[in-house]
């Protein structure tokens, strides 16, 4: 998708996305045979249920119907949130991924597979798990230390574990 377009779509969609109570995260325009499909992704601090995504689905549907953004042609609309696996690149995303495990590539080199515990405008404090009966230890992330970070996926986590024993 060309930046004109995608700046074009932008402008159009985000006050809609925004006026739902959510953030535009992501637009992408794909070619699939002979069909195009426009994947808007959306998020929130607390998250996007079913019945949001519907209704800024919806806005959405009907604001492109009323331009030409999409130009001719048929389309699909898909609107969705982040995967689990999300990569972080806003502050915001950090944020919400509070409590969740994190890979980041470091700047110095190297990769830092850790859980991110509270972030500020400066950096990120996390705990990064110990192994073979280590204790986690402390380690403070400056965001400029950070090259990439994606939100890793847990299958079962040791502490929620015993949280949910007691």
Do not use: C, W
């Amino acid at each position: 998708m060309s930046t004109t377009q995608s700046e074009r779509l932008r402008n159009l969609l985000e006050p809609l996305v925004t006026s739902q109570g959510l953030d535009l995260e992501e637009i992408e325009v794909d070619s699939v045979g002979r069909k195009r499909v426009l994947r808007v992704v959306v998020d929130s601090d607390t998250g996007a249920d079913l019945d949001q995504i519907a209704d800024v689905s919806r806005a959405l549907s009907a604001k492109l119907d009323e331009t030409d953004a999409m130009g001719e042609g048929e389309y699909t609309l898909e609107v969705g949130t982040p995967g689990a696996e999300r990569l972080l690149t806003e502050h915001r995303h950090y944020v919400r991924a509070t409590d969740r495990l994190v890979k980041f590539q470091l700047a110095e080199g190297g990769e830092l597979v850790a859980r991110i515990l509270k972030v500020d405008d400066e950096g990120i404090d996390t705990e990064v798990p110990g192994v073979k009966g280590r204790k986690a230890t402390a380690r403070r992330l400056a965001f400029d230390d950070i090259v990439r970070a994606r939100v890793q996926v847990e299958f079962s986590r040791k502490d929620n574990k015993k949280e949910e024993e007691a």
